[in-house]
């Protein structure tokens, strides 16, 4: 039972244009949202996260976007850059259960 | 400086076989957990411990035993590995209670059980 699914297991994008990864939810008790990025061989990275009372955070190139009635969330790095490619994972937890459901990840290639 | 550190990061036995994990954290966090990351790619938690209090145990088979002797310190034993539990295992830490969630992974550690 997939609660947290990343339905493109691939993304190709050009250097300098807009990538947009893509997230959706089942469990409405989610109230935290995370989005990770992974280089083989070594673990995720932290890379924004979003609460459930917010619809919008920005950190520098990386801003992630929340649709809580649609159950949707996104990130979108603008401009992409070469650096970035590697595979993403969207997670969410639950109040005070510390616990991430992650998604299955999206490979993210950005093309020079 | 490594903020969570896993030994050994590649590890391959025999089926039968005993073998441990290390993970250590120096960020200073009182929550760490162990994840494994199967065939398919899916992240699940396994275990997590907040000041050395098992505080999630997932569905997990009980050959999998998770030993934290400090805050900085959480070990996974497995005991007589089977095929099925050749995975990528990640270690990861985050301090309860903060506005964030957001938990440090560490590199992983490679089973392959053969």
């Known amino acids: 039972d997939q609660q947290v699914k990343q339905n493109s297991p691939s993304l190709s994008v050009q250097e300098g244009r807009i990538s947009i990864l893509n997230c959706d939810y089942t469990?409405?008790?989610?109230?935290?949202f995370l989005w990770y990025k992974k280089y083989p061989a070594e673990g995720p990275t932290f890379l924004i996260s979003?609460?459930?009372?917010?619809d919008k955070n920005e950190d520098g190139r990386f801003t992630v976007f929340l649709n809580k009635s649609a159950k949707h969330l996104s990130l979108h790095i603008v401009p992409s850059q070469p650096g970035d490619s590697a595979v993403y994972f969207c997670?969410?937890?639950?109040?005070?259960?510390?616990?991430?459901?992650f998604g299955k990840g999206t490979l993210l290639t950005v093309n020079p | 400086d490594t903020a969570v550190s896993q030994t050994p990061k590649y590890l391959v036995t025999q089926m039968g076989n005993d073998k441990s994990i290390k993970c250590e954290q120096n960020l200073g966090h009182d929550t760490m957990y162990w994840y494994k990351q199967d065939s398919k790619k899916f992240l699940k938690i396994m275990f997590s411990?907040?000041?050395?209090?098992?505080?999630i145990n997932e569905t997990v088979p009980n050959r999998f035993s998770p030993k934290s002797p400090d805050k900085a310190h959480l070990n996974l034993h497995i005991n007589s590995l089977e095929l099925g539990d050749s995975a990528v295992y990640f270690c990861a830490s985050s301090q309860f209670g903060l506005a964030g969630r957001e938990q440090y992974f560490g590199p992983g550690t490679r089973l392959t059980v053969t």
């Open positions: 979003i609460s459930s009372i917010k």
């Open positions: 997670a969410a937890s639950v109040g005070s259960n510390y616990k991430l459901t």
């Open positions: 411990y907040n000041n050395k209090e098992l505080i």
């Open positions: 469990n409405s008790m989610f109230d935290y």
